[in-house]
C-alpha cells in the first residue's frame, strides 16, 4: 500500500486534492443527520482547484487513482460523489515517515550524509 500511495501523492494535482480534503473537510467518516456521508463533492472539489463549474475527466481520472492507492474513499449518493480522506492510510504514511526521521543518524552511515 505504501508503494500505490506514495507514486499517487507524487502528483501535483492529487497532492493538491488531499491537502483540499484535509482543509475543508470537517471529520473525515463524519455522517450527517440524515445518514449521508460528510465529505466535499467530486464536483466541489473540481471547482476548487480548477474553477471549472462541473467535474473535469482529469480530476475525476486523479480522484479514482487516489481512491486505488486507498488514500480518498468515495461514496456516490444519488448524483453526487462525496470525497473524503482515509485518515488510517494517511495514518500509516505519516507512522511510516516519522519512523524513518527517527531513525536518522542509526543507519550505515551513521549520520554522515
Keep these: 500500500m505504501k508503494v500505490a500511495a506514495f507514486r499517487a501523492l507524487g502528483d501535483p494535482t492529487r497532492l493538491g486534492i488531499i491537502d483540499l480534503l484535509a482543509t475543508q473537510c ?3 467518516g463524519a455522517i ?3 445518514g449521508s ?3 466535499l463533492s467530486a464536483g466541489e472539489v473540481c471547482c476548487q482547484l ?12 486523479h480522484l479514482h487513482e487516489l481512491e486505488s492507492a486507498g488514500l480518498v474513499e468515495l461514496t456516490k449518493q444519488g448524483r453526487r460523489t462525496v470525497c473524503r480522506l482515509n485518515g488510517q492510510a494517511l495514518g500509516e504514511i505519516s507512522g511510516y515517515l516519522g519512523g524513518l526521521a527517527a531513525a536518522t543518524g542509526r543507519g550505515c552511515l551513521g549520520g554522515a550524509i
Excluded: F, R
Excluded at 55 to 61: G, K, L, N, R, V
Design 32 to 34: 450527517g443527520e440524515d
Design 50 to 61: 480548477t474553477g471549472a463549474d462541473k467535474i473535469t475527466s482529469t480530476i475525476s481520472h
Design 26 to 28: 470537517d471529520s473525515e
Design 37 to 39: 456521508v460528510v465529505g
